[in-house]
C-alpha cells in the first residue's frame, strides 16, 4: 500500500488560490464521500485537512502516486470549479517517506506560516474524525494519523518549538497598537466564534479595549465567547447598522463568500466621519472584500499578511526546530518499518496458506497410513519427511534454477530463513 499526499500551501499558492481550493467544515464530510465515490480505484482511504494555509489530500493507494496524482488533480479542480491548468502549477504531490514526514512536520508546526502554532494538530485531528465518519478512515491512514499525534506531542513536549511564538493574534495586537495610540479608547468587534476567534480575543482583551463585541452567526455561541471577557454579543444581520461603531474588526468565519464588502465599508467610514479603522481577516476564503483595503482610512490585514509578520520571528527559534527535524526523521525511520511490515502481509498470509494445505495433505496421508495398520514409528518418520521434502521444494528448486547474481544473495538470505531451533 501506497501513502500519497497532494495538496496546495501557503509557500506554492496566494492567498486568492486558497480561498478557492478551502472545503467549507459543514460540508466535508459529504466531500470526502464524493471524492471516493469519484476516485481512481486504487485509492482505498482518504482524508481531507483544510485550512487557511493549506489544502491536502491524504490516500492510501494500491498504486503509486505517479499513477493518481493527475485523477486527484483534476476531480480537485472539477470540485471548486476552476480550470485544472490554474491549479496544477501550485499543487504538489508527496508519497511513501516524504508524505509521512510531511504529515509529522505539519502537525509539529514546522510546515505552518507561523513556526510552531499549535492550531494545526486539532485541524488534523479534526480531518481524521471527518474521514472516520464518512467511512473514509482504514488501517493505514488511520496508524498515520495516530504516528502523526504521538510525534507532534513528543515534538511539543521535548523542544522549544511552540516557545516565545508570535502567533496571528499577537500580532494582530502588535499591527493595532501601530496604528492606535492606545487600544483602551477603542472598540473591538470579532467576526464568527471559532478557535482562532478566541485566541485573538484574549490577546485584545488583556489591553483593556473600551469595548468587546462578538458577533456570530450563533447567537448563543456568540453570546457564551462574549461573556468570557465582559463583553456583549450581536447578530451577524446587524452588521450593515453597526460597523461603524467599532475601531477594530478581526473576522474569522467558515463563510464560503465574503461578509463585509466594500460598500459596507466605505458607509461605515462616513459614518466615523473617516476615523481610522483597523481589520484583520483571518479567514479562508476571506470575509472581508481585497478591495477594502484600497480605502484610505481603512487598514485591512490578510492572514498572508500576518504570517510574514510572524515569520520575523522564526530565527530564533532554529535550534528548536533542528531537534523537532531529528525526532521526525527517526519516527519516520520507524513508520515506513511498520509499513513495509505491512506491505508483506498478504506474502505471510500466502505462505501460511501453503503450509497449512502441505500439512493438512501429510496428515491425511499418515492417517490412511494408520487405517492400513502400518507401524505408527514409521507412519510419523513418513510424515516428517514428506512436510521437510515439501518446504524444501521451493527454495531448492529456486536456487538450481536463478542466475548466478541472485543465487548468491540468495545464499545469503536462506541462513535467515532456517534458523536452527534453540
Not at 491524504?58 to 480537485?76: G, R, T
Not at 461573556?227 to 474588526?249: C, H, N, W, Y
Amino acid at each position: 500500500m501506497q501513502l500519497v499526499t497532494l495538496g496546495i500551501n501557503h509557500t506554492t499558492a496566494p492567498l486568492e488560490l486558497r480561498e478557492r481550493v478551502a472545503f467549507p467544515s459543514e460540508g466535508m464530510i459529504e466531500a470526502i464521500r464524493l471524492f471516493r465515490s469519484q476516485a481512481p480505484h486504487p485509492i482505498r482511504e482518504t482524508a481531507i485537512l483544510s485550512t487557511c494555509n493549506r489544502t491536502e489530500i491524504y490516500c492510501a493507494s494500491e498504486s503509486a502516486l505517479a499513477s493518481i496524482q493527475a485523477p486527484i488533480h483534476d476531480w480537485l479542480a472539477h470540485y471548486h470549479q476552476m480550470p485544472s491548468a490554474q491549479l496544477k502549477p501550485h499543487l504538489y504531490g508527496l508519497d511513501q517517506s516524504e508524505a509521512v514526514r510531511h504529515a509529522f512536520r505539519v502537525a509539529s508546526g514546522l510546515d505552518s506560516m507561523v513556526l510552531g502554532e499549535p492550531q494545526i494538530l486539532g485541524q488534523m485531528k479534526q480531518a481524521a474524525r471527518d474521514a472516520d465518519a464518512a467511512g473514509a478512515m482504514g488501517t493505514f491512514l488511520h496508524q498515520l494519523f495516530q504516528r502523526t499525534f504521538s510525534v507532534a506531542k513528543e515534538v511539543r513536549s521535548t523542544t522549544a518549538i511552540g516557545a516565545q511564538s508570535v502567533s496571528m493574534a499577537a500580532a494582530a495586537v502588535r499591527l493595532a497598537q501601530r496604528i492606535f495610540e492606545t487600544l483602551s479608547r477603542q472598540n473591538v468587534l470579532f467576526i464568527g466564534a471559532g478557535e482562532m476567534i478566541e485566541l485573538c480575543a484574549t490577546h485584545f482583551a488583556a489591553q483593556g479595549p473600551r469595548s468587546i463585541t462578538v458577533a456570530n452567526r450563533t447567537v448563543e455561541r456568540g453570546e457564551q465567547l462574549a461573556s468570557q471577557f465582559g463583553g456583549k454579543s450581536m447578530r451577524l444581520s446587524e452588521l450593515p447598522t453597526r460597523l461603524a461603531e467599532f475601531d477594530i474588526v478581526v473576522s474569522c468565519t467558515a463563510s464560503s463568500l465574503p461578509i463585509i464588502g466594500l460598500g459596507m465599508v466605505e458607509r461605515a467610514t462616513r459614518e466615523r466621519r473617516h476615523r481610522p479603522v483597523f481589520m484583520v481577516d483571518l479567514a479562508v476564503p476571506r470575509d472581508i472584500e481585497g478591495e477594502v483595503a484600497r480605502l484610505d482610512d481603512v487598514f485591512l490585514y490578510t492572514v498572508d499578511d500576518l504570517g510574514k509578520i510572524v515569520a520575523a520571528g522564526a530565527e530564533s527559534r532554529q535550534a528548536a526546530v533542528a531537534q523537532a527535524e531529528d525526532i521526525i526523521e527517526h519516527q519516520v525511520t520507524h513508520f515506513m518499518r511498520w509499513l513495509e511490515a505491512r506491505n508483506a502481509v498478504p506474502a505471510i498470509r500466502d505462505l501460511h496458506e501453503r503450509g497449512e494445505s502441505m500439512r493438512r495433505f501429510e496428515v491425511e496421508r499418515a492417517r490412511k497410513m494408520l487405517a492400513r495398520g502400518e507401524d505408527p514409528a514409521k507412519v510419523i518418520e513418513a510424515l516428517s519427511v514428506g512436510l521437510t521434502n515439501k518446504f524444501l521444494h521451493g527454495p531448492t528448486q529456486l536456487l538450481n534454477e536463478a542466475p548466478e547474481e541472485t543465487r548468491a544473495r540468495l545464499v545469503e538470505l536462506l541462513p535467515h530463513l532456517y534458523k536452527s531451533p534453540k
